[in-house]
């Protein structure tokens, strides 16, 4: 007597497994080489939104700093809109993950961003007039140098600029 007779058959042949596993290996592996991808792109999402938070935070401190004062309140930024400025010539930062600002003569190679404050106009005497300045954060600073952002042969692609103005302090409302 034989029970195999008796007993359904359940499961898959060979051949069906194995196309089961072509069919999935052809359409999961261009998937997982897109994996890389996209990790790398959020990452430099991530980046540049924190540099655009830094370079707003950045722009707000200085506006928002009373002229009497020497430095910015938050991320002791100077010379101040209202100082005595140079037109023109850039006053570089270097910014670390903590948002710890650093100048040219105390510079970490733990920092991350390189912002770069250039007054574009500055009253003259007793001419009420707003200061305007141009901000640029760039990532990794090293990278930006001395070389002007805005250079087709410049190397930096990943940089954020910003125009501002400064009102004139006698123009700002006490509260």
């Known amino acids: 007597m034989s029970f195999q007779k008796n007993i359904p058959k359940h499961g898959f042949s060979l051949i069906e497994v194995v196309i089961t596993i072509g069919i999935i290996s052809i359409t999961l592996v261009p998937l997982l ?21 830094l370079i707003s935070t950045a722009a707000q401190d200085l506006r928002y700093t009373p002229a009497d004062r020497s430095e910015s309140a938050l991320l002791k930024l100077k010379p101040l809109p209202y100082s005595n400025l140079k037109v023109g010539i850039p006053y570089r930062f270097w910014i670390d993950p903590c948002w710890n600002v650093y100048t040219e003569q105390n510079k970490t190679a733990s920092a991350i961003y390189e912002l770069s404050l250039t007054y574009t106009q500055v009253p003259l005497g007793s001419e009420i007039a707003p200061t305007e300045a141009t901000m640029t ?16 042969n410049s190397k930096k ?3 954020v600029t910003l125009p501002i103005s400064f009102p004139h302090p006698q123009t700002i409302p006490e509260n």
């Open 33 to 53: 080489a897109l994996l890389p991808l996209g990790l790398k792109t959020n990452e430099v999402s991530i980046v540049q939104m924190q540099a655009l938070d």
């Open 157 to 159: 692609d990943r940089f």
């Open 137 to 152: 954060i760039s990532w990794p600073p090293s990278a930006l140098g001395n070389q002007d952002p805005h250079d087709k």
